[in-house]
């Protein structure tokens, strides 16, 4: 299909012809693009497409989309697929609009996969803090964070995909079967490279306040609040998600 921010209407509806389901997985996330880019990529892209192959005749239209869409860490400790707080950044944004244009073109046959961050590709965002923080030499005070965070494994992330091919309709949140913590993810990571653990405890609280001053309210959200997908919707629609989030991780980070 080529650069989507760029292809035409006409351009995408010529090479849709004869299909019966697209499942669009392109976006910019986790790295500081262009707003202008991350609304033309994640927004108009998928909008345009989503009109292209509405007027081949596509029956089914798959989104992947993410749990930022309808909030983040410190607004919502559970997630479901009712969950509709306001979406988190210029990302979240733009893909809460996308779902929202793909559904008015659609209908009932547009499927919204709201992903929990995926263990797969260069780690960024979050997790990607977390990585580096685990390759300094150093202890790190995070044994006393018992936080809950989903994840998707890439399979997890594959079983969705494959199965909503033919079943699924609406929003979808996808994640493992079991939320890890901060410091469950750090023994992950270091497991990873041969490494002990390394952790010590501080209160809880400290840590916050030390992580809100030195990298912000979002970060301190994303490491000590519990972030954790319902699982109910996915295994409704017959999607058997990865119940240990662990051995993706330390692949993750490998």
Do not use: W
């Not at 209908?107 to 996969?113: K, M, R, S």
Request: aromatic share 4%.
């Amino acid at each position: 299909l080529g650069d989507l921010a760029v292809a035409t209407e006409d351009t995408l509806a010529r090479s849709l012809e004869g299909s019966e389901v697209v499942m669009h997985l392109a976006g910019v996330a986790h790295r500081k693009a262009d707003p202008a880019l991350i609304d033309a990529v994640n927004r108009d892209a998928a909008i345009r497409l989503a009109r292209a192959a509405h007027k081949v005749g596509v029956r089914r239209f798959v989104l992947a989309s993410t749990i930022y869409a309808a909030s983040m860490p410190g607004r919502t400790s559970s997630f479901t697929a009712l969950t509709d707080d306001a979406p988190h950044g210029v990302y979240g944004a733009a893909k809460r609009a996308a779902e929202a244009g793909l559904q008015d073109i659609f209908g009932n046959d547009a499927v919204i996969l709201r992903f929990a961050p995926v263990l797969l590709g260069p780690p960024a965002g979050g997790l990607g803090r977390l990585l580096r923080l685990s390759t300094l030499p150093i202890p790190l005070p995070f044994a006393s964070l018992r936080n809950r965070r989903s994840l998707a494994s890439p399979e997890t992330v594959l079983r969705a995909l494959e199965r909503c091919v033919t079943f699924g309709s609406g929003v979808t949140p996808v994640a493992d079967d079991t939320a890890v913590s901060a410091a469950e993810i750090v023994t992950a990571f270091r497991a990873s490279r041969g490494r002990e653990p390394g952790l010590f405890a501080l209160p809880p609280a400290l840590v916050r306040a030390a992580v809100h001053g030195l990298a912000g309210a979002d970060v301190a959200a994303t490491l000590c609040d519990d972030f954790i997908v319902d699982t109910g919707a996915l295994k409704a629609i017959g999607i058997d998600p990865v119940a240990d989030s662990m051995p993706a991780l330390r692949a993750y980070a490998s």
